[in-house]
Nanobody
C-alpha cells in the first residue's frame, strides 16, 4: 500500500533553515507528481509546492516562493523540501502528498503521510 513517511522537522529560529524528507513506497514514485502541503495551528490544509514526476517543473505558493525549494531523487524514492529564511508563519505540520487536487491553495483531496512538525520561533 502507499506509504509516505516525512522527517526532518523541528524547531528553527526565524531566518533559519530546515530540510524535510519524505520516503515513498507502495507505488511507482518516479511516475507521479508530488506535493508538499501544510497545516498551521487552527487552520486547514494549505498547498505549498508541487514537482513534476521527472523533477523538471516545480511550482510554489507565493508565500514560500524564493525561500523554499522542492526536489526529488527518483532513484531513492524520496521527496525533499529545503526551507530557508524561515518565518514564524511557516509554523505548521508539513505533509508529503500525492494525487493532490486543489483550488488555489485549498486542498480538495489527496493522499498524505503522518506529517512532520515545523516550529519557527525565537
Amino acid at each position: 500500500q502507499v506509504q509516505l513517511v516525512e522527517s526532518g522537522g523541528g524547531l528553527a529560529q526565524p531566518g533559519g533553515s530546515l530540510r524535510l524528507s519524505c520516503a515513498a513506497s507502495g507505488f511507482t514514485f518516479s511516475s507521479y507528481s508530488m506535493s508538499w502541503v501544510r497545516q498551521a495551528p487552527g487552520k486547514g490544509l494549505e498547498w505549498v509546492s508541487d514537482i513534476h514526476s521527472g523533477g523538471g517543473m516545480t511550482y510554489y505558493a507565493d508565500s514560500v516562493k524564493g525561500r523554499f525549494t522542492i526536489s526529488r531523487d527518483n532513484a531513492k524514492n524520496t521527496l525533499y523540501l529545503q526551507m530557508n529564511s524561515l518565518k514564524p508563519e511557516d509554523t505548521a505540520v508539513y505533509y508529503c502528498a500525492k494525487d493532490v487536487v486543489r483550488v488555489g491553495l485549498h486542498i480538495l483531496r489527496g493522499y498524505w503521510g503522518q506529517g512532520t512538525q515545523v516550529t519557527v520561533s525565537s
